[in-house]
């Protein structure tokens, strides 16, 4: 990342893109939101609550949008939560369980070029250390060389 700076994102939303429509099996801006969090080094965590709406009553549309909400997490190196389709009783569980995360979180700097224009590469972080969990993203953007 250009910065060490910490930064996170707390999305409580039902994942549904009422704006766009039915958006098939991915979010046409999941992919880009996923690049901007990634370039920026954000961390985006997701908690599926779901909406009052008609729309979002249906398994097909609401397991597709917890699908991007988890993608979005994933690759941006955060967790996703939900239990089921229902609303959570409370949200106090993902807030504390976030709270550890965040509490634990560490800078891993590696050297490598982005090249003349910057570039995206795949990264894999793990250890020989048994019952240890690593959340990361799934790329680092690598800025250009000056």
């Known amino acids: 990342p250009s910065s060490a700076d910490r930064r996170s994102i707390l999305l409580i939303s039902s994942g549904?893109?009422?704006?766009r429509g039915?958006?098939?099996?991915?979010?046409?801006?999941?992919?880009?939101?996923?690049?901007?969090?990634?370039?920026?080094?954000?961390?985006?965590?997701?908690?599926?609550a779901p909406d009052a709406g008609h729309r979002a009553r249906g398994l097909f549309l609401v397991?597709?949008?917890?699908?991007?909400?988890?993608?979005?997490?994933?690759?941006?190196?955060?967790?996703?939560?939900?239990?089921?389709?229902?609303?959570?009783?409370?949200l106090k569980p993902y807030f504390d369980e976030l709270s550890t995360h965040l509490s634990n979180?560490?800078?891993?700097?590696?050297?490598?070029?982005?090249?003349?224009?910057?570039r995206f590469e795949r990264v894999r972080v793990a250890t020989e250390l048994p019952h240890v969990e690593f959340l990361a993203a799934s790329e680092a953007f690598l800025p250009a060389v000056k």
């Open 105 to 118: 979180q560490y800078l891993l700097t590696f050297k490598a070029s982005g090249g003349a224009k910057g």
């Open 63 to 90: 397991s597709r949008a917890q699908w991007n909400l988890s993608q979005l997490a994933d690759e941006t190196g955060a967790e996703s939560y939900y239990l089921g389709t229902g609303a959570p009783v409370t």
């Open 16 to 19: 549904i893109d009422y704006f």
């Open 22 to 48: 039915d958006f098939g099996t991915r979010s046409p801006d999941l992919d880009s939101t996923i690049s901007r969090a990634q370039k920026q080094n954000i961390n985006i965590w997701t908690i599926y």
